[in-house]
């Protein structure tokens, strides 16, 4: 990508939807589906334990709250791209190209650190993701061992450590991660879902038995555990991966953000729901709401095993998908170094990668707090700050590009204040309790 001419930059004529060459767009409805799809991910089970450390009331109105600034920040990141598009006069970028584009037509000063944003974006991808998968692992055996340990009652695989299903996970992810065309990985991807939406039902079928009343519950948790509710929650809600592959593919990419738009209209029943499984997971088991809720489900009752087994079926498969997009992502970037070797040196790479997130899955398999710390790590940056940012860049010499009394400027710095202080907060207090977790 190149500093665009001022001449091409004047050009206000320039449409970047007209010039889309889509073989098979999108619909509003395809989006709206593939959204809900891309953001309901195995951070729904994971809410309960959200609101634990929050609090049942104050869990319920941060919730929302966190899903309001993630969406308003999808917004500005699309926005932002929409301009971009416009300056460099590209029918579409991606979210790393955004990046790259906003620091090329900003400030002169700003060039020279294009390449860099660029690579920051495509890398907080690569640990977002991968760190997804060693939670994946982690809550395929967790649910697993619960099972097994049921029926081995009084042989020698009765209560195994939870790394010996981490490890014996291993071969299985090798040959399924093996598969390197999506298309394959398709149908896993419906499995999966099929398998989430039944196991969710079954989930709710036991939360609404025997409701305690929310007198029983704190209204809000210690502050001390609030950075962990924080890490939690953005993991569960943060989708921005997804959103510029999705609007780049639309039919009528103005819809995308437009009120209600298809992206309002996603988050709002994204929040609700997690919000509904936070609010009802919390105040059903109180202090014993474990790291996912599925684990609170009766050990003994078939019903429940058969939802712990589900929801490690569909999470396994869902590995796949995760790992898809990081691995592309590294090897479009090291490709080049093969030469004819690359088969070879693709396949290993990949190995390499699944070992080292069975590895890391091993090495921290406290399910809580680890789901925090990707989430306060990764997603701090990519759904808060980098926006944040990219908008700051691309206005910065714009006339009245800040608006008036530059408070485009000063919500920015509020963003970026809040992700950092979500990021440092919440990986501080996350580490700790791995520790002490690791120590106990």
């Not at 989930?203 to 038995?209: A, G, I, N, S, V």
Request: glycine letters at 8%; charged letters at 15%.
């Amino acid at each position: 990508m190149e500093i665009p001419g001022k001449d091409v930059e004047a050009d206000e004529d320039y449409n970047p939807f007209e010039h889309r060459k889509l073989a098979h767009p999108t619909s509003d409805m395809d989006t709206l589906i593939h959204l809900l799809k891309g953001s309901l991910g195995s951070g729904i089970l994971a809410m309960p334990i959200a609101f634990k450390n929050a609090g049942l009331f104050f869990g319920l109105f941060a919730t929302f709250a966190i899903g309001a600034i993630c969406t308003y920040c999808v917004h500005v990141l699309v926005k932002t791209a929409h301009e971009l598009c416009r300056r460099m006069q590209k029918p579409s970028l991606g979210f790393a190209e955004t990046a790259e584009a906003a620091f090329l037509s900003g400030p002169p000063s700003m060039h020279k650190f294009s390449r860099l944003a660029k690579a920051m974006v495509n890398w907080f991808l690569v640990l977002d993701l991968l760190g997804c998968c060693c939670v994946y692992i982690v809550f395929v055996s967790k649910n697993v061992s619960q099972v097994v340990d049921y029926y081995a009652e009084g042989t020698s695989f009765h209560n195994l450590h939870i790394r010996v299903y981490m490890a014996a996970l291993l071969p299985f992810l090798i040959m399924m991660n093996l598969i390197r065309n999506l298309k394959y990985l398709a149908p896993f991807s419906m499995i999966a879902n099929v398998l989430v939406g039944t196991g969710m039902g079954i989930t709710f079928y036991y939360l609404f038995q025997d409701i305690p009343s929310v007198s029983e519950r704190d209204s809000f948790a210690e502050i001390s555990t609030l950075p962990i509710f924080f890490g939690t929650a953005i993991f569960a809600l943060e989708g921005i991966g997804v959103v510029m592959p999705l609007e780049n593919n639309m039919k009528t990419p103005t819809h995308f953000i437009g009120c209600p738009g298809v992206l309002n209209t996603g988050m709002f029943f994204v929040v609700t729901l997690y919000a509904f499984t936070g609010f009802f997971g919390y105040l059903k088991y109180g202090d014993e709401t474990k790291g996912s809720i599925t684990l609170n489900l009766p050990e003994s009752e078939k019903l429940g095993q058969c939802v712990k087994l589900m929801i490690a079926t569909a999470i396994f498969f869902t590995y796949s998908l995760q790992f898809y997009v990081p691995m592309e992502i590294i090897w479009n970037n090291v490709r080049h170094w093969f030469g004819a070797k690359k088969n070879l040196a693709e396949y290993s790479i990949r190995i390499a990668l699944i070992v080292m997130t069975v590895c890391i899955a091993i090495a921290i398999p406290d399910l809580g707090p680890f789901i925090s710390l990707v989430g306060a790590v990764c997603l701090s940056f990519l759904g808060l700050i980098f926006p944040a940012i990219m908008e700051t860049v691309t206005f910065w010499d714009r006339p009245n590009g800040l608006g008036r009394f530059n408070w485009v400027l000063w919500k920015n710095v509020f963003m970026i204040s809040f992700g950092i202080l979500g990021f440092l907060t919440g990986s501080y207090v996350s580490i700790v309790e791995i520790i002490e977790g690791s120590s106990n």
